[in-house]
């Protein structure tokens, strides 16, 4: 069980167009979803925390604006990055969790190249 | 403040050797829970341990065992006969009671030599 798959796995896209990358959990109901970005050979950086039903929480420095989070359903959530430039090329980690689970599970993330 | 430090950076063995990868945290919280993660080149973390903060007790899973210190706050992993599928990044987290995030350390980059 705890099972979240993200998707694309890798997307290529152009300057100034927007990406959506999806994450969905399974085999379960996440109240909660988190959305990390990780830049090479580096930690995982929180982005924002996607409650269902409510409006994201946005880690400081993050742009709202930029990477716009929806959390509609308790096994869906989705991160758009608006007008892409190249310096947002990185890969996006989720991961999601419920109240009773004590662990977060990861998707497999999406690995973002913008030309 | 929550802070994980994982002072190994690249830790390079030859197969069938044991391992420790370091962990230390900070918390001011009485009740948390720590978390070790496994991030193959393929980049998917992969849950190893969950550990809850009343619970000091060791734990073996086949060739992982995790030591959990609260005295000194560390929650060290060691990989017994070591494999080259070991290979890979190993982040320690750790989360507060109540609290939804997770606090990461920097990862250790663990490579395993045939």
């Known amino acids: 069980g705890a099972v979240v798959s993200q998707h694309p796995s890798r997307v290529i896209c152009k300057s100034g167009t927007s990406v959506k990358i999806e994450c969905r959990s399974l085999?379960?109901?996440?109240?909660?979803m988190f959305w990390y970005r990780q830049f090479p050979k580096q930690s995982l950086m929180l982005m924002a925390t996607?409650?269902?039903?409510?409006?994201?929480?946005?880690e400081q420095g993050v742009e709202k604006d930029k990477f716009l989070i929806n959390h509609a359903s308790l096994t869906l959530s989705t991160l758009t990055v608006t007008s892409a430039h190249p310096e947002d090329s990185s890969f996006y980690i989720c991961?999601?969790?419920?109240?009773?689970?004590?662990?977060?599970?990861f998707g497999p993330g999406t690995r973002l190249l913008v030309l | 403040a929550q802070k994980v430090t994982q002072a190994q950076t690249e830790i390079s063995v030859v197969e069938k050797e044991d391992v420790t990868l370091d962990c230390v945290y900070e918390?001011?919280?009485?009740?948390?829970?720590l978390f070790w993660y496994k991030q193959p080149p393929s980049g998917e973390l992969v849950f190893l341990i969950r550990?809850?903060?009343?619970?000091?007790q060791n734990e073996i899973s086949g060739r992982y065992s995790w030591n959990f210190q609260k005295s000194t706050s560390s929650f060290n992993f060691t990989i017994t006969a070591s494999q080259v599928v070991d290979s890979a990044v190993y982040f320690c987290?750790?989360?507060?009671?109540?609290?939804?995030?997770?606090?990461f350390g920097q990862g250790t980059r663990l490579t395993i030599n045939p």
């Open positions: 991961s999601a969790g419920t109240r009773s689970k004590e662990t977060q599970y």
């Open positions: 996607s409650n269902e039903g409510s409006k994201a929480t946005y």
């Open positions: 550990r809850n903060s009343f619970d000091e």
């Open positions: 918390t001011r919280d009485t009740t948390y829970y």
């Open positions: 085999d379960f109901q996440a109240t909660t």
């Open positions: 987290a750790l989360r507060g009671l109540g609290a939804q995030k997770l606090v």
